[in-house]
């Protein structure tokens, strides 16, 4: 059974870091693309960052929201994808989620197709 | 405001047939496939339909997807009380480089 799960989340203060996890099993972890989504309060979907699978060289891309502020890992010999958030706005608060894609495709046939249950990071001061 | 357009509310009666919208540009749906989702705020988000019109495995053949131009739609027949939730379509911006998302739509069965 394919499993993801995020964790991480807190309370911090603006300016502040974190770093969530995404633990994953019950798939070939290093064959996916790993992505993180977040979700604030009331709001809809919002694409956070993503990085592929090492065949595909790793290549990691952020949105323009979190460029510089982010950066997104990943540790294939134990199945884990991180985020790590520096400088923290009020703005970042979310739930965060993480999600494996498809890899073998660029742009069009590209999907996520497992999520985590998400992690709720909180930036206030 | 969202890059995808979606209305934010539809609402329909158990054994109806909806239909939720989602329209783009040149840079995302006018070059991509597109993917919906659904989902239960606090709960992880569920693959629904992908590359527009492609249902995984175990989502009924209730939900079905189209895409033509720059817009792609949901339709979901014989609506289920279990259907209400959030509806969120999603397509590669060859532009921005990324995932873009509607705002989403909320489904209320009455």
């Known amino acids: 059974e394919v499993q993801l799960v995020e964790s991480g989340g807190g309370l911090a203060q603006p300016g502040r870091s974190l770093r969530l996890s995404c633990t994953t099993s019950?798939?070939?972890?290093?064959?996916?693309?790993m992505t993180w989504v977040r979700q604030a309060p009331g709001k809809g979907l919002e694409w956070v960052s993503f990085i592929r699978s090492k065949v595909y060289g790793g290549t990691t891309l952020y949105a323009a929201s979190v460029k510089g502020r982010f950066t997104i890992s990943r540790d294939d010999s134990k199945n884990i994808a991180y985020l790590q958030m520096n400088s923290l706005k009020t703005d970042d608060t979310a739930v965060y989620y993480c999600?494996?894609?498809?890899?073998?495709?660029w742009g069009s046939g590209r999907y996520a197709d497992y999520w985590g249950q998400g992690t709720l990071v909180t930036v206030s001061s | 405001q969202s890059v995808l357009t979606q209305p934010p509310s539809a609402s329909g009666t158990p054994g109806q047939r909806v239909t939720i919208s989602c329209s783009g540009g040149s840079s995302n749906i006018g070059r991509n496939t597109v993917n919906w989702y659904q989902h239960l705020p606090g709960t992880a988000p569920k693959l629904l339909i992908h590359s527009s019109n492609q249902r995984p495995s175990g989502v009924p053949d209730r939900f079905s997807g189209s895409k033509s131009g720059t817009s792609a739609s949901l339709a979901i027949s014989g609506l289920q009380s279990e259907d209400e939730a959030d509806y969120y379509c999603a397509a590669w911006d060859d532009s921005l480089n990324g995932w873009v998302f509607g705002g989403g739509t909320k489904l209320t069965v009455l």
């Open positions: 019950g798939f070939t972890f290093g064959d996916y693309a």
């Open positions: 999600a494996r894609e498809n890899d073998n495709v």
